[in-house]
């Protein structure tokens, strides 16, 4: 029934149909569309951090030993992160079925 | 009260609004609302009013400008006529939509083609549909106190509000004008607050997409908000009684005590009609006038009461509608009988298009085309009286 | 030449905050190099900012009710007006901020995120007017050469040659038969306070460009070369390198100009690499002939030349850069 495929009552929207949640987006999972996921060698790493400045999502935050980690929710699988890192350090290995 | 004063009625509206201390005005000049913008530039330049202005480099860049403002929690104003409300129209749904209390002001004009700058009501009616409040003034007073109300009730609805002057005919004519006074003005107009607006501090997205399970939900709730925006005009009008003693309401009549034939009509041509009325009535023709001052929502118990007992009504429309069922008017007043009880005649007269002159005789003519109507069913479903053949 | 810019000091990777304006589980394509430069523009600028977009891909990626990626104000109202809809949000601060409504110490960032759609064809009067009336702003027209988001149709951006659906590489018309709209020269004589250019790979010059359209008070512009792996047939981990590539072959030259005057070029590019190198990771010039190669490596060394005259002329004035440096 075409009620049935509303998101929620209009009741409930606020007017304007504003969204009131800053930066939502992060419920979302865009980890499953990728194909290759990032894999880093630490003792590559010299933490430049391009790769978290680089990632389009951002998917990469940074770890209290300053290394840069992907966090695999988001990350789509591009490979800029491998392309760009000047050590070699990340490699894209393919995700298993 | 306040003093009474001949003023041009664009100035006094340019005056109304800046007594309203508006945040930011926006605005594209085009004949014939150019008195109007034209004045509020000399206020803020003179420093008598505190306000932005912004002279955009069109209509379609004033609206859109005027919807950032009053996101960001601006007062905000903006006017234009004919091909410059068609140019912004693409942003009219946007500001409704967004719950903006923008007002507009309107100086009637035909649209092109051709091309003309004289009075009708072909650009208004072209944006029934778009989520607008929509009122009418008929003289110089009352469209300096729709401004007023304008204000009050786009703020308090939180939608925008379109205030409609005769261009030429009512904007550029000199009128004995009672301003209110500036503490009167406060009084009925509080400063501005917004829950939701584009600030740092809470921030918000505004303008995500209308996904297909969210979009009918969309439209609803601004339907509703809509509809109840009614209530909001009709007591914003009646604190204006309090305040002034001049009384305002959705549907104006006048003699329409035991009326058989009513004329409805718009805008400052109901004046010349009301000449006929009296004419008339003199002759012991029982006639009468019925008004729209409030279009937007439209005031449909309030029309189907003030319509009384007559027999036939004759709609006196200023636009077309080519080959439909009427002009804008009587196409929405057909519907309107239509789903009450009442069964009058209705004929439908399409006349002053663009600056034509309908004068007391030729709506004394209407009236007795009406009155035979009466016995005669009309062949057309409306008329463009006036031609020449 | 104006303080704020002469007296920059350029922030380096170590200065940036850790923080994103903008939240990762957006719609963008795998590899976007136009949403890229978005987020980094976010992280240059910080919280508060009011951002404006104009409809596009950047706009539908973010936004699919219920869910926003904007951690800052946002605002989308139609396509081509987002420079207009900057205007009344500055002019409403102005006038909120005179009128003791809004602290006035407070700095509000106002930023335009718009593709070279909107820019270049639908907006260029809404940019034009905004520019001209000197609103306080910063413009950031994200250039993928095309109208993406509905499918890769071209765009008064998209480079000679280039295959889009409504250009596209038939056996009698070969591509996108004008060569690209030459936007920076119609932006700089606005004479606005602020104009750059910028790519993706250079991303420190491209973060401290937009820190310096914030300090200048009036419109600044920078116009940021963005890959569209998707509408270029590009691979999405190749959007760095054609971001570089891009400006090793001069044809997206990094240069500054300022109040239409002083002219900087930002990366001398003495021996270019040769544009073949650049075309032929994009599917989009596959259909190229040598001849039109030729052309585009001949254009691209004409504009450059051209520029780097402009940049000898107009060079800002020595006698102040050498106060400061003595200063210094």
């Known amino acids: 029934m075409p009620k049935d495929q509303g998101l929620m009552s209009w009741k409930e929207l606020a007017p304007g149909m504003y969204i009131l949640e800053p930066g939502n987006s992060a419920k979302f999972k865009t980890g499953d569309w990728r194909s290759h996921r990032p894999v880093l060698d630490k003792e590559k790493c010299i933490k430049c951090g391009q790769c978290y400045l680089l990632c389009p999502e951002p998917a990469y935050e940074p770890n209290e030993e300053g290394y840069f980690i992907c966090n695999l929710y988001y990350c789509k699988g591009c490979g800029i992160c491998a392309a760009i890192c000047p050590k070699g350090a990340i490699t894209m290995v393919l995700e298993e079925a | 009260m306040g003093k ?386 | 030449m104006r303080p704020e810019l002469a007296e920059f000091k350029p922030l380096s990777i170590k200065d940036l905050p850790k923080e994103d304006w903008f939240a990762p589980g957006h719609r963008a394509c795998q590899g976007c190099g136009t949403v890229l430069p978005l987020k980094l523009a976010l992280k240059a600028l910080g919280p508060n900012t009011i951002a404006v977009s104009s409809t596009g891909c950047m706009e539908i990626i973010s936004s699919p009710f219920p869910y926003s990626s904007w951690k800052v104000p946002w605002i989308h109202v139609a396509f081509e007006n987002a420079a207009s809809v900057a205007s009344g949000i500055d002019a409403a601060i102005k006038a909120l901020k005179r009128k003791g409504k809004l602290p006035k110490k407070e700095k509000i960032n106002i930023v335009v995120f718009a593709g070279d759609g909107a820019t270049f064809d639908i907006g260029l009067q809404f940019v034009s007017g905004a520019l001209e009336r000197g609103h306080n702003f910063i413009y950031i027209c994200l250039d993928n050469e095309a109208y993406m988001n509905t499918g890769v149709q071209r765009s008064g951006g998209t480079p000679k040659f280039a295959h889009t659906t409504t250009s596209p590489a038939g056996k009698v018309i070969h591509g996108n038969v004008t060569w690209k709209k030459n936007l920076p020269g119609i932006i700089v004589a606005h004479n606005i306070p602020y104009f750059a250019t910028a790519s993706p790979a250079f991303y420190m010059d491209y973060i401290n460009k937009v820190k310096k359209a914030s300090l200048v008070e009036g419109p600044a512009f920078i116009h940021v070369y963005s890959p569209c792996p998707t509408g270029w047939g590009s691979k999405s981990e190749d959007t760095i390198l054609l971001s570089r590539l891009v400006v090793e072959t001069r044809l997206f030259p990094l240069f500054e100009v300022i109040d239409g005057k002083y002219y900087i070029l930002n990366r001398k590019v003495d021996k270019p690499k040769p544009v073949e190198e650049y075309l032929k990771l994009q599917r989009r010039y596959r259909h190229l002939t040598q001849e039109e190669i030729e052309l585009i490596q001949q254009k691209a060394n004409e504009e450059y030349e051209r520029l780097v005259k402009l940049c000898e002329v107009f060079a800002p004035p020595k006698e102040e850069t050498k106060e400061k440096a003595k200063e210094g």
């Open chain 2, 4 to 389: 009474r004063v001949a003023k041009e009625v664009s100035i006094a509206v340019a005056d109304a609004v800046a007594q309203c201390r508006v945040d930011v005005i926006s605005a594209y000049p085009i004949t014939p609302q150019t008195h109007i913008v034209e004045h509020l530039a000399e206020l803020v330049n003179n420093g008598e009013l505190d306000a932005e202005y912004i002279p955009v480099e069109s209509e379609h860049a004033a609206m859109s400008a005027c919807i950032g403002a009053a996101a960001a929690g601006a007062r905000t104003f903006t006017s234009t006529s004919a091909q410059g409300l068609l140019f912004m129209y693409e942003n009219l749904p946007i500001a409704s939509a967004f719950r903006l209390p923008i007002v507009m002001v309107i100086a009637n004009r035909s649209i092109s083609a051709p091309i003309s700058i004289w009075n009708d009501h072909s650009d208004v009616m072209t944006t029934r549909d778009l989520g607008w409040i929509q009122t009418f003034a008929e003289n110089g007073q009352e469209a300096v106190d729709l401004i007023y109300h304008a204000y009050r009730v786009a703020e308090k609805c939180l939608l925008p509000v379109a205030v409609n002057l005769d261009g030429f005919i009512v904007t550029h004519v000199v009128e004995p004008i009672e301003m209110l006074d500036q503490e009167l003005v406060d009084k009925y107009l509080p400063p501005l607050k917004m829950k939701y607006k584009l600030h740092p501090k809470k921030p918000i997205t505004m303008g995500a997409i209308g996904v297909p399970e969210i979009y009918t939900e969309a439209k609803k709730a601004l339907d509703e908000a809509f509809k109840a925006s009614y209530r909001v005009v009709v007591q914003a009008w009646k604190e204006f009684e309090k305040l002034t003693g001049r009384r305002y309401q959705p549907v104006e009549t006048y003699r329409m005590d035991d009326a058989e034939v009513a004329m409805v009509i718009m805008g400052s041509l109901a004046e010349t009609a009301s000449n006929a009325v009296d004419e008339l009535r003199k002759k012991g023709k029982k006639v009468g006038l019925v008004r729209f001052r409030l279009w937007r929502p439209f005031p449909m118990q309030d029309f189907i009461k003030a319509i009384g007992k007559v027999k036939a009504l004759c709609v006196v429309d200023r636009a077309v509608s080519h080959a439909s069922t009427g002009g804008p008017v009587g196409i929405e007043v057909r519907s309107a009988l239509y789903q009450s009880n009442k069964r009058p005649r209705v004929v439908n007269f399409i006349a002053g298009l663009s600056g034509r002159d309908v004068t007391k005789d030729d709506f004394i003519e209407l009236f007795e085309r009406t009155f035979e109507a009466i016995s005669k069913k009309p062949k057309f479903s409306y008329e463009i009286y006036g031609v020449k053949e």
